[in-house]
């Protein structure tokens, strides 16, 4: 029995960021084989068919078959406020997200925003996120309550904040966002696909007593990823510097309150002062990449090409809502983009994976998804590489995979999202 999804199939025996393009799998007529809830072979779609004559096909002609986009780094609650005009981190943080995060102690509306959210994800084929909630328990049963509905393999934490620097009403103290995140933690983390990651949202939000708290947290479930945000703005940076006079530098921080380790996952991560970057590297810590959201909020251009160069660990994310889109496609673009600006042209093979294989591994989930392998869960996107007739006219001249897929990446949206399985199960809307 299973299932037999064939086309153009898509996957990766390295990193194409360090062992070049080469290291994608690609096949154009290929086949993947599904069995309770996992892949158990992915080869060529005639070889497929006869040992597996019982499977139930689905025949996907030219679209690409990949493993599902993961998304790094996301703000499920910011879904309503995506697209707002005018502001830079700070201001926007003050103008838009606080005034919106304060509405999920509502659990109605913690669901109607986590319902929302998932259905934009999954149609722009995106299948496993790590998203921030809001200080509110309540937030983050909603945005679990529902990925657990869904199947999906989900990452999620409760936002902490305790100082004055946020805004009445959206605080904690050190002590509840220690007992509320050890609460949620019990109860969501290895629960079905489900993993619970300890969330402070920076260190200007937090004080020091709190960095603290969430540090011992961690140290008591070191299986546990740690999400924050490091260095996006220089704003942000000058600020950091002004609330911890004694610090050597914003990682520091973090890392003087046992928030610093190889499950950390550090948000943006632009302006790295040379100390930064080496103890980075030198716990291999994660930093995610979000692009759309870089441009649009006008943080500043990840330096992709030296840090991967010098062998960190890095994801790719739209941090949706300072990320202008939910789809991983169009993050992908802006990926090529930003990195134009610094003198490097991804190829669309280290593109592809960073969307999916890189940034499970930032969450270090590499071995269970973002990839079109035996063994790994089967979530699994299948991609029509000439989704509108732009993208169509484009494709027809392509003379190999690549330049079939580029279009998409580039030009590519929820258009191009054919179809989409999760724990081996059809997305159905
Ligand atoms: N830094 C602290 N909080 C946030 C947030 O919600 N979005 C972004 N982009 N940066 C942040
Ligand atoms: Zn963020």
């Not at 309550?145 to 934490?157: H, I, K, N, S, V």
């Not at 270090?364 to 000439?386: T, Y």
């Amino acid at each position: 029995m299973g299932e037999l999804l064939l086309g153009q199939t898509l996957g990766f025996a390295a990193n194409p960021m360090t062992h070049g393009p080469g290291a994608a799998r690609v096949s154009a007529r290929g086949g993947v084989l599904i069995e309770g809830g996992m892949i158990v072979a992915v080869g060529e779609a005639d070889d497929l068919r006869r040992a597996h004559p019982s499977a139930r096909v689905t025949d996907y002609g030219d679209a690409l078959i990949s493993a599902g986009f993961v998304d790094a780094h996301a703000h499920y609650p910011q879904t309503a406020i995506i697209a707002s005009w005018g502001k830079r981190l700070i201001d926007w943080l003050q103008s838009y997200t606080f005034p919106e995060e304060m509405r999920f102690g509502d659990p109605d509306y913690a669901a109607e925003i986590a319902t929302r959210y998932f259905d934009l994800v999954l149609a722009n084929g995106t299948t496993t996120v790590c998203s921030y909630c809001t200080i509110h328990p309540e937030s983050v049963d909603a945005f679990f309550t529902e990925a657990a509905r869904r199947g999906l393999r989900a990452y999620a934490g409760k936002t902490c904040m305790d100082r004055d620097t946020a805004p009445d009403g959206l605080r904690d103290t050190a002590q509840s966002a220690h007992d509320d995140s050890a609460r949620l933690l019990s109860r969501w983390h290895g629960k079905d696909r489900l993993s619970y990651v300890i969330t402070p949202r920076f260190s200007p939000t937090s004080t020091p007593e709190q960095l603290e708290a969430l540090g011992a947290l961690w140290a008591r479930h070191p299986d546990c990823l740690m999400q924050t945000h490091l260095s996006e703005q220089t704003d942000e940076v000058a600020w950091v510097k002004g609330l911890y006079p004694s610090a050597r530098d914003y990682l520091d921080t973090y890392e003087s309150h046992g928030l610093l380790g190889p499950g950390a996952v550090f948000g943006h991560a632009i302006y790295l002062e040379p100390r930064e970057r080496d103890r980075l590297r030198e716990v291999d810590a994660s930093l995610v990449h979000c692009p759309t959201s870089n441009t649009f909020i006008g943080s500043g251009l990840f330096d992709m090409d030296g840090l991967s160069r010098a062998g960190h660990r890095i994801g790719l994310a739209t941090d949706t809502g300072g990320g202008s889109s939910f789809s991983m496609l169009r993050t992908m673009a802006a990926a090529y983009e930003v990195a134009q600006l610094r003198g490097r042209a991804l190829h669309p093979a280290e593109l592809w994976w960073l969307a999916t294989q890189g940034a499970a591994r930032s969450l270090r989930a590499d071995d269970r998804i973002g990839n079109l392998a035996p063994g790994m869960e089967a979530d699994i996107v299948a991609v029509d590489l000439a989704s509108t007739p732009a993208i169509a006219q484009r494709a027809k001249r392509a003379g190999d995979i690549w330049e079939a897929v580029f279009p998409t990446i580039m030009m590519g949206d929820d258009r191009a999202i054919r179809e989409v399985w999760t724990g081996g199960a059809r997305v159905t809307t």
